[in-house]
């Protein structure tokens, strides 16, 4: 499974190449607000995926090839979560994605489109946060570091 990560307008959404299902699933919190249609915010970016997932292929001798994808069925994925209210959180719904998608036609990420949400959403975003602050993958990870040691010193 491969999943990509789009932003497009300010907002975050993922392509996913599910091999063992042979779909191309689009996992977008936010439902098409009326008059927009699937093609309409969709099909460019699919058709990019594609291609550049050919060009990669190609370069790196992946088994899966154009001609395999390109049968593959795309879908926009129905999920219970996704409304039209909450177009702020997009990233942390991406990431949150990321983190729990596996492919399973029953999946739960854990939000419930209720207010609870909210209190769940700002968790994420603080955890999100301290693991990209505090990861070795940043370059400032050593600041980071001594900078939440100091203040935790006791004196």
């Known amino acids: ?54 060009i990669f292929s190609e370069q790196e001798g992946h088994p899966l090839r154009k001609a395999q994808i390109s049968a593959y069925e795309i879908v926009l994925l129905e999920m219970p979560w996704k409304n039209r209210t909450n177009k702020t959180d997009c990233g942390v719904y991406a990431m ?16 419930k489109n209720t207010d609870e949400d909210k ?5 994420l975003r603080m955890r999100y946060g301290t693991e990209i602050l505090l990861s070795v993958l940043n370059k400032r990870h050593e600041l980071m570091y001594l900078a939440l040691k100091r203040a935790n010193q006791v004196e």
């Open 1 to 54: 499974m491969f999943l990509f990560l789009f932003w497009s307008g300010d907002h975050f959404y993922l392509i996913v190449i599910n091999q063992k299902a042979k779909k191309v699933e689009i996992i977008d919190n936010l439902s098409l607000p009326e008059g927009i249609t699937y093609d309409d915010k969709y099909k460019t970016f699919a058709e990019r995926t594609f291609e550049a997932w050919t």
């Open 119 to 123: 209190d769940f959403i700002c968790r």
């Open 96 to 111: 949150r994605h990321m983190e729990t998608y596996k492919g399973n036609q029953t999946w739960n990420c854990g939000f």
